[in-house]
């Protein structure tokens, strides 16, 4: 399997102050069709996973552009620009190359 | 709108075997997605379990799939999960979750999860 690692597994940003989640794959994630498996979530609390991210950069739909995703291969990167209280919650990275599989998750607080 | 929603027993004992049904309203469970379980430890990361396709074919997470069974019913549009010789490790959120590999009109060889229901907490104890 595919292993997800995050750094850093907490933080804590001051509104308005920019934010930056880093995960690594254990594999390259970039298929021979040219686009690579790399997935963001956000779980709020109490709430279920919510798609940002699909295939490293594109936004979800609804998904706030202060988000972004950059990355290739087995490094990637989530950056919040500017960070606001609602978007507290636990971060994950995700691989859809079966078995799916996800980071152990960045917990963002707000300062 | 498509909406998701997990159902079955709260409390499974040890061995025995834990069942949920994940309900599908708003949309056909015959659409072309993947319909997958996913579970989460009290205060743990998140662990796929396993999908199922309307056509009955399924993918199991290769450290579950002896004890892991995931069946569709197109009549009810719900699909299900059985996960048998439960312990304490097995007591977690299960969420049912929607995968797709197409967005605006643009398709991919691997799937996403889009839609996820809210959850229900499993635990296993006697």
């Known amino acids: 399997d595919i292993v997800m690692t995050q750094t850093p597994l907490s933080l804590s940003v001051t509104p308005g102050q920019p934010a930056s989640i880093s995960c690594k794959s254990s594999?390259?994630?970039?298929?021979?069709?040219?686009?690579?498996?790399l997935y963001w979530y956000l779980q709020k609390p109490g709430q279920s996973p919510q798609l940002l991210i699909y295939e490293v950069s594109n936004r979800f739909s609804g998904v706030p552009d202060r988000f972004s995703g950059s990355g290739s291969g087995t490094d990637f990167t989530l950056k919040i620009s500017r960070v606001e209280a609602e978007d507290v919650g636990v971060y994950y990275c995700m691989q859809s190359i079966q078995p799916y599989t996800f980071g152990q998750g960045t917990k963002l607080e707000i300062k | 709108q498509v909406q998701l929603q997990e159902s079955g027993p709260g409390l499974v004992k040890p061995s025995g075997t834990l069942s949920l049904t994940c309900a599908v309203s708003?949309?056909?469970?015959?659409?072309?997605?993947?319909w997958s379980w996913v579970r989460q430890p009290p205060g743990k990361g998140l662990e796929w379990i396993g999908e199922?396709?309307?056509?009955?074919?399924?993918n199991y997470n290769p450290s579950l799939k002896s004890r892991v069974t995931i069946s569709v019913d197109k009549s009810k549009n719900q699909f299900s999960l059985k996960l048998s010789s439960v312990t304490a490790a097995d007591t977690a959120v299960y969420y049912c979750?929607?995968?797709?590999?197409?967005?605006?009109?643009?398709?991919?060889?691997?799937?996403?999860?889009?839609?996820w229901g809210r959850g229900t907490l499993v635990t296993v104890s006697s």
């Open positions: 199922i396709y309307h056509s009955g074919s399924t």
């Open positions: 594999q390259s994630l970039l298929h021979s069709d040219g686009k690579t498996y």
């Open positions: 979750a929607r995968a797709i590999h197409c967005t605006n009109g643009v398709c991919s060889s691997y799937w996403y999860f889009d839609l």
């Open positions: 708003g949309g056909s469970i015959s659409s072309s997605n993947w």
